[in-house]
């Protein structure tokens, strides 16, 4: 099991790393790619239609702007593809944001927060434990982390009360 990763800048890793990063320490293989819509429509397809036959399982798709990067794979598949709509332009994103989430009826495009990159992961790493419990483990694991360390915070704060 392989996740595709594409972004349409070399200017969109900074805000795409955390993904990459969750995706290695859970240890889940992934392809990165830079390809444009607009400008590598056919670079974008290929990467697409070659990462179906290699394994890719769901796609994450990072794009600013008016972010059609994330439709055009959808069009191209029926492997869930999660969209990062990222802050690229004045408008901070929300740009980006409302052309992710308007896509067509039929054609779906899972939208995350502006910038945020390590749900996207996330929720890909949940939509593949649906069939790998060593996977589904590794989540329920780090989510029982994040609860001991809220529960820490809480307790450093309740000390000094």
Do not use: C, W
């Not at 969209?83 to 944001?97: C, E, H, K, W």
């Not at 929720?123 to 029982?144: P, T």
């Amino acid at each position: 099991m392989k996740v595709g990763i594409l972004i349409g800048s070399d200017s969109d890793f900074p805000i795409m790393k955390p993904a990459v990063e969750f995706l290695k320490s859970f240890g889940i293989e992934f392809e990165l790619r830079v390809a444009s819509a607009h400008r590598t429509p056919n670079r974008v397809r290929e990467f697409v239609a070659n990462g179906e036959k290699s394994g890719i399982r769901a796609f994450i798709v990072g794009a600013g702007a008016a972010a059609h990067l994330a439709g055009v794979v959808a069009s191209y598949t029926t492997l869930p593809v999660v969209a990062v709509p990222i802050n690229a332009t004045p408008l901070n994103g929300l740009d980006a944001l409302l052309s992710t989430v308007q896509m067509p009826s039929g054609v779906p495009v899972a939208t995350m927060a502006v910038n945020g990159a390590k749900n996207s992961a996330i929720f890909v790493a949940e939509i593949l434990a649906l069939s790998d419990e060593s996977l589904a483990k590794k989540l329920k694991d780090y989510r029982e982390d994040m609860a001991d360390k809220v529960n820490e915070k809480n307790l450093r704060v309740q000390s000094q009360l």
